[in-house]
């Protein structure tokens, strides 16, 4: 069966510092992967998504990055976190089109 | 942009009771989706209509479609306290392996 593991859970960051989040599946191959945020209270917003190794489109300008360097990898990246940074981050995978997607447990980004 | 708007934005009821949030869309679509997802955790998918489709059970779920009014209901029959969390729609317009987002319906489920 497949799973999705994202991490780390928690993350409390000072402005400025730099910052990663990882995303593994397990089980599948070639999925579509996707980074989303969450403000507190609201729906999803997407980030990035994937349909391949290195190809990453971004859907919010904004200083995070993702990069996708294995097929069940994808990984979430800023140089500087602004305090507007903070949320909860949201790793999905899915298959084909915009269909149903599985998603991670979430990592909150607190950014000090 | 926000395609999909739950209503409503809160629910409180009885355990045992059936619970009916309604989601609204503005553009054409391909399917609409329901998830579940409980306090601080991630979402869970629920459901997945398909626009030639006007209603699907799942269990405990009944979800129909109405293309006309663009709008889509979930209803929970016989709920329990595990039911409470927020509940999401989201639209495929065939639009770059996205899906739109709602703000969620939170459900909550009194024992």
């Known amino acids: 069966s497949q799973t999705i593991h994202q991490w780390p859970a928690t993350l409390v960051q000072p402005v400025g510092s730099p910052l990663s989040l990882e995303c593994t599946v397990e089980?599948?191959?070639?999925?579509?992967l996707y980074w989303y945020r969450q403000a507190a209270g609201r729906g999803l917003q997407l980030l990035f998504y994937?349909?391949?190794?290195?190809?990453i489109s971004s859907e919010v300008p904004q200083n995070l990055s993702a990069s996708r360097p294995q097929d069940r990898q994808f990984i979430l990246s800023s140089k500087k976190l602004l305090l507007s940074d903070s949320g909860f981050y949201l790793c999905?995978?899915?298959?084909?089109?915009?269909?149903?997607?599985?998603f991670g447990e979430g990592s909150r980004l607190t950014v000090l | 942009s926000q395609q999909g708007e739950e209503d409503p934005q809160a629910l409180s009821i009885q355990e045992g009771e059936n619970a009916t949030m309604n989601c609204s869309y503005k553009?054409?679509?391909?399917?609409l989706q329901w998830y579940r997802q409980n306090s601080g955790r991630g979402l869970v998918h629920l459901i997945l209509?398909?626009?030639n489709e006007r209603e699907k059970h799942s269990g405990r779920l009944r979800v129909t479609l109405d293309t006309s009014k663009k709008s889509s209901s979930l209803l929970i029959t016989a709920s329990r306290a595990a039911d409470t969390a927020s509940y999401f729609c989201?639209?495929?317009?065939?639009?770059?392996?996205?899906?739109?987002w709602g703000a969620g319906t939170k459900l909550i489920i009194k024992p």
């Open positions: 553009t054409s679509i391909n399917n």
């Open positions: 089980g599948t191959s070639n999925p579509n």
């Open positions: 989201a639209t495929d317009v065939g639009s770059n392996y996205q899906l739109i």
């Open positions: 209509i398909r626009s």
């Open positions: 994937s349909v391949g190794i290195g190809q």
């Open positions: 999905a995978w899915g298959q084909g089109g915009a269909g149903e997607l599985f």
